[in-house]
């Protein structure tokens, strides 16, 4: 964001299609170690089906950050669906790991289950913030273009989601390491 004020148009565009990235790199960042524990105990093929998956989109995501209309308004939609997408396909293995280990009933399900959730609503409100526009949408100008406008809102939201995850991440590393693996079913 420091050099999205860049004087030349271009030079502002790269740097806002970085910006782009480095979300994608944090979407990628939840879904490894997410994706690896939750199935540690099962076979390979769906751990590798999931992340060789989520790698794929978000290699896909890189190629078209990189196009140069990308970052422009005329796309903003397509930005939107795009990181909806794939932050909602995570969906898909959590489903797969919660009927995996038994149920919502499960101990292991109970634990991370609601972290997951926990994940999701965080991510949510930071998406609600980014598309509304709110609180500047209604208080134009002013204070909120310096404190409280929906982009830091949004920033502070991202971040604590980031850490709210790693620190499920760091717990289920921890869990998959002291429990032995139960059979489970495909």
């Known amino acids: 964001h420091l050099f999205c004020c860049h004087h030349s148009e271009k030079t502002s565009q790269q740097w806002l299609a970085l910006d782009y990235a480095g979300v994608s790199v944090g979407m990628l960042g939840c879904y490894v170690p997410g994706v690896f524990y939750a199935f540690y105990c099962a076979e390979q093929y769906w751990r590798q089906v999931y992340l060789i998956t989520v790698l794929a989109m978000i290699f896909v995501m890189f190629l078209t950050q990189i196009h140069p209309h990308y970052a422009s308004q005329h796309c903003h939609k397509l930005r939107i669906l795009l990181f909806c997408f794939i932050a909602a396909y995570g969906l898909i293995p959590t489903i797969h790991w919660i009927f995996q280990n038994g149920g919502i009933g499960e101990p292991v399900v109970k634990v991370f289950a609601p972290r997951v959730g926990v994940m999701?609503?965080?991510?949510?409100?930071?998406?609600?913030?980014?598309?509304?526009?709110?609180?500047e949408r209604y208080f134009p100008g002013g204070y909120l273009n310096y404190f409280g406008c929906s982009h830091q809102w949004w920033h502070f939201l991202v971040v604590l989601m980031f850490y709210w995850w790693h620190q499920t991440a760091v717990h289920i590393m921890h869990y998959r390491h002291e429990q032995p693996c139960l059979k489970v079913t495909e």
Do not use: Q
């Open 120 to 135: 999701y609503l965080l991510a949510s409100l930071a998406f609600l913030f980014y598309y509304s526009k709110v609180p």
